[in-house]
Structures are given as structure tokens and as C-alpha cells.
């Protein structure tokens, strides 16, 4: 399959005006996508929790315009006017018009809100990138007259992807493969597809707390990261290594072994840091705080027989993942031994969720 794949049949139908509100949840990456090629292609395969709690909801209003000869749209955050975003969804529309080419017919109003506060260092790009793809789709849909679940849901992770790569794992849950993966079928570099074989009971309802360690702007912005993977010194064996753990990860998943997922999502996290520390220019992206809460997981694992463990983004807040049946016991521990090093003692709640919801058409 290629691209043009996902360039739109005529539309048969027409519609005036109308607006769409998706509700889009944010994921948790278990193999890393880290570096990129032209036209957001991944360098190596990713898999990822989607999750319940922390998620953005986009209303898309549409009206036509007179003439259309260029993109028109206004962004609110929370009710307020955001002329900051406006370039990065400028950039997303040029390079999804090819495939959906009323884009400049209308005039759009895209007003969002996110479950997490806007300043606690996560990523909105995932869960806002995805709503809106999803609202565009329902546009679509319209004009097509008709068109199938799996399409549907599948362009629009193909959409979302060119709007924030991470974000094409949102429509869909609870485990979500984005990039060509030899050993998995059906998966693709253009677009996430649900995890096609055998899972575990012990990683379903996964649990994530989130640990809000650094909650300013981030260091690095992913484009910026991403880029320092281009001649990276050890770039390569990197993307490889993506691939063996996406090949463990296939018996383990099945199997429901736990303590080798521990090591293949925790390596996963400190290598991403690593490559972050090893490219030119280097950054440190955790915090001392960072340190301390890995250190104090590790701690907590060998006392006790707990299977908690850690994740990270390209940032300094700590993602704890924990199965189900330990979640009162991870919690207490949560708050009495790690709510110290977060900022201001903020930390949120969060599960494996099911993907995305049409709340209003
Ligand atoms: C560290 O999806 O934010 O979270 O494609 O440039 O928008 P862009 O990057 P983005 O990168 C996310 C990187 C990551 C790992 C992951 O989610 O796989």
C-alpha cells in the first residue's frame, strides 16, 4: 500500500455547514518512536498503552466560504484564542490537503479542551492531533455519502500521523503497533493498527500513573529530538534494537510474562534518554527527581514482589505501569514514598483506554 491509498474517492454529497466534537485520549509509547524520515515515516516500529484518562476534545466547526483559494480556520484553548497554534495546524493541513481536499472549501472554528492541565509537561500533540483528524474525518464521511468503520478509523491514524507521528496510536486501543514490523501482520509505516495477536490477561487494564516531575515547557520539542537521530553515531543499532523488542514482545504479550516486559519497556525508556545524551547537541531530559523515583521503584521491586515499573517520554515526568490487581498497593506507595519528588505533588491517575469517542455531530 502506498499513500495515495488514502487520497479520497469524489465526493457525492455536499453540506454547508455542521460541526463534529471527538474526544481523543493520549498513549503511552512501550517501544519508542525516535527518529523519522520525510513525510513522517518512522525509523523504527512502536507499540503503545493507549490511555483513558488523559485525553483532548476537539469541536470542528465547519462553514463554506466564498472563495478557496486558501486555509481558514480559528483555534481556541479552553475558550481561549491560541494564535501560537496556528502554525503547527497549518502545516498539518498542507500536508494532509492531498488527501482531503475540502480543506479549503470551508471556513473551520476548532475549539479544544485537554483532561490534563495544559502546563504538566504532557504531550498534547497525540490526543489533539487525533481529535482533530477524527472531527475531519466526520466531515468526510459526510461528503463520501459512506464509508466503512475500519477505512474510517484507519485514514484517520494515516491523518494524525502527519499531524504528530505518536499520535496516529490514538483512534484505537488498548495496544496499538505503529511501523512495519517483519513478524506483525497488517502493521504499516503509514498508519497504527491494533495489536493483532494473543494478549495476556495480566496486561489488560494496565494501570499508568503519571508522576508530574517537570511540568514547564519542554527541553526539546519531538521535531527537534527526532532530527537529532540523522547521523546519530549509534542510530542504527538502535532501530534494530526496536525491532528485537518488538519481536520479544510478541511471546511475552502472549505468554503474560511480566518481568521481561519490565526490562524491554524499562530499556526502552533509559535508551531514549541515552539517545538524547549521545547526539549532537546532547540534552538531559530528566530531572534529579527522575533519578530518584527510578531508584525508589527499583527499591520498592526488590522488597517487595511487585511487578510496578517505569516509562518515560522525552521529558522529566515518570509514567509508573503497574498491573491491575496491584493498584491499591502501588497507589499507597505512589503517595507515600513518590508524591515528594513531583512538582507541587501533582501526579494523575490513568489507565489503558479504549480509544477514541464521537461525542457530538
Ligand atoms: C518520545 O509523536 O511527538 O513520545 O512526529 O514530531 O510530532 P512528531 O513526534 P511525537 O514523538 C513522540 C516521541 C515519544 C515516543 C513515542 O511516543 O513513541
Redesign the pocket.
Known amino acids: 500500500m502506498t499513500e495515495n491509498y488514502f487520497i479520497s474517492r469524489p465526493y457525492v454529497k455536499t453540506i454547508d455547514n455542521g460541526s463534529f466534537t471527538w474526544s481523543s485520549p493520549s498513549?503511552?509509547?512501550l517501544?519508542?518512536?525516535?527518529g523519522?524520515k520525510e513525510h513522517?515515516i518512522p525509523e523504527n516500529p512502536?507499540v503503545?498503552f493507549t490511555l483513558d484518562h488523559c485525553k483532548t476534545t476537539t469541536t470542528l466547526s465547519f462553514s463554506k466560504k466564498e472563495t478557496s483559494s486558501e486555509f481558514s480556520f480559528e483555534v481556541y484553548l479552553d475558550d481561549e484564542k491560541k494564535d501560537d497554534f496556528k502554525p503547527k495546524i497549518e502545516t498539518f493541513f498542507k500536508r494532509i490537503e492531498r488527501y482531503v481536499p475540502f480543506l479549503k472549501v470551508y471556513h473551520f472554528k476548532i475549539e479544544t479542551a485537554n483532561t490534563f492541565p495544559h502546563s504538566s509537561g504532557i504531550?498534547s500533540?497525540?490526543s489533539g492531533?487525533s481529535a482533530l483528524a477524527l472531527c475531519l474525518m466526520s466531515v468526510e464521511r459526510v461528503l463520501l455519502g459512506d464509508i466503512s468503520e475500519a477505512m474510517f478509523n484507519q485514514k484517520a491514524s494515516f491523518l494524525a500521523?502527519l499531524?504528530?507521528?505518536?499520535?496516529c496510536?490514538s483512534i484505537e486501543g488498548d495496544l496499538i503497533v505503529w511501523g512495519t514490523h517483519q513478524e506483525i501482520e497488517g502493521s504499516s509505516d503509514l498508519y497504527g493498527v491494533k495489536y493483532p495477536y494473543e494478549v495476556h490477561q495480566k496486561f489488560k487494564n494496565y494501570q499508568d500513573t503519571i508522576l508530574l516531575v517537570d511540568k514547564g515547557e519542554k527541553q526539546v520539542?519531538?521535531?527537534v529530538?527526532?532530527n537529532l537521530m540523522h547521523n546519530h553515531p549509534f542510530a542504527h543499532r538502535r532501530f534494530e534494537q526496536a525491532h528485537e523488542h518488538m519481536s520479544q514482545l510478541i511471546s511475552i504479550f502472549k505468554n503474560g510474562d511480566v518481568d521481561a516486559f519490565i526490562k524491554i519497556v524499562e530499556s526502552e525508556a533509559l535508551t531514549?534518554h541515552a539517545m538524547m545524551m549521545t547526539s549532537m547537541p546532547y540534552f538531559i531530559l530528566m530531572k534529579p527527581n527522575t533519578l530518584e523515583i527510578i531508584n525508589k521503584i527499583w527499591a520498592y521491586r526488590n522488597a517487595t514482589n511487585s511487578k510496578v515499573c517505569f516509562t518515560l517520554?522525552?521529558g522529566a515526568n515518570v509514567h509508573v505501569l503497574y498491573p491491575e490487581n496491584e493498584k491499591e498497593t502501588v497507589l499507597d506507595f505512589i503517595k507515600n514514598e513518590l508524591v515528594g519528588y513531583c512538582q507541587n505533588g501533582h501526579y494523575i491517575s490513568d489507565q489503558i483506554g479504549f480509544g477514541a469517542q464521537l461525542i457530538n455531530a
Not at 517501544?31 to 525516535?34: A, C, E, L, P, R
Not at 499531524?163 to 499520535?167: C, F, L
Open positions: 498513549n503511552i509509547a517501544v519508542k518512536y525516535w523519522k513522517q512502536s503503545s504531550a500533540s497525540a492531533m500521523r499531524g504528530s507521528g505518536s499520535a496510536r520539542s519531538s521535531t529530538g527526532h531514549l517520554d522525552a
